[in-house]
């Protein structure tokens, strides 16, 4: 479904697996969607993590100049969150729920 003028998309958000395990051919769609999130000059809000496929991500489409968000909760933070990273910006929440709304 192709935008309107009037409604273009500026923000976009992907919440995918912490890591990919066996599923190793999500790697390249991955890294493809994050490209096409920058070239399309859409900011990018994640859930936050590191690692596996949230990391590929975030990291394709902020090289490539997107705006990046990741959002984690506050329990997760010691298992995969942004700190001393240059992948933009993390936002830390109580919990699920203030994640997703």
């Known amino acids: 479904m192709a935008a309107t003028p009037n409604r273009q998309f500026k923000k976009i958000c992907v919440l ?3 890591n990919y395990g066996k599923h190793k051919e999500f790697v390249e769609a991955t890294i493809d ?3 096409s999130i920058a070239e399309r000059k859409l900011h990018l809000v994640y859930g ?5 496929l ?5 990291e394709a489409a902020f090289i490539r100049g997107s705006q990046v968000l ?3 909760p506050r329990a997760l933070k010691p298992l ?5 990273s240059s992948t933009g ?4 929440v ?5 994640r997703i709304t």
């Open 80 to 84: 995969g969150s942004l700190t001393n």
């Open 54 to 58: 949230s990391k590929l991500v975030s």
């Open 89 to 92: 910006e993390e936002l830390v």
């Open 94 to 98: 109580s919990g699920m729920q203030e």
């Open 48 to 52: 936050g993590g590191n690692r596996g």
């Open 70 to 72: 990741g959002i984690i």
């Open 33 to 35: 969607l994050g490209r």
């Open 16 to 18: 995918s697996e912490f």
